[in-house]
Every structure is written in C-alpha cells, then in structure tokens.
C-alpha cells in the first residue's frame, strides 16, 4: 500500500474524530444553556434580575438552545 493512502486515511480518521469531539462540546454547551434558561426561569434568586435583563437573557438563551438544537439535527 503506498504511503499517500496511509496519510489520506489518517487524515479522514483525524477529520472524523474532530466532528465527534464538536460534536460532543456542542451537546455539552446544549445541557449547559438548558439549565442556564431553567435557572432563569425558576430559581427565586433570579427574580432578583431587573425584569428586561432576565427577559433578554431568556430570549438570548431560548434563541441559542434552538440554534444548537438544529444544528445538531434534533429538531426539524
């Protein structure tokens, strides 16, 4: 086997694992902005947030949790 078919698979194996691993923080960052906005919306301690701030964060929160949702082909 010459060596260009070695160094082309290596790179489709590094191109592969690299989807995965973003893959992987994206659904990480999706869990972290879920509790983000369920933290906004429930916990007493936000009340606390001047009412167009809080209003912004969960709009700016819901946007991002849609935006990654798609992006990672969980919703249509």
Do not use: C, H
């Amino acid at each position: 086997m010459s060596r260009a078919f070695v160094k082309e698979d290596d790179g489709e194996r590094g191109n592969a694992v690299a989807d995965i691993q973003y893959r992987e923080g994206r659904v990480e960052w999706l869990k972290i902005q879920e509790k983000k906005l369920d933290t906004l919306l429930n916990d007493p301690k936000s009340k606390k947030i001047k009412p167009e701030l809080l209003e912004k964060w969960i709009r700016q929160t819901q946007e991002d949790i849609e935006k990654t949702k798609k992006e990672l082909g969980y919703t249509k």
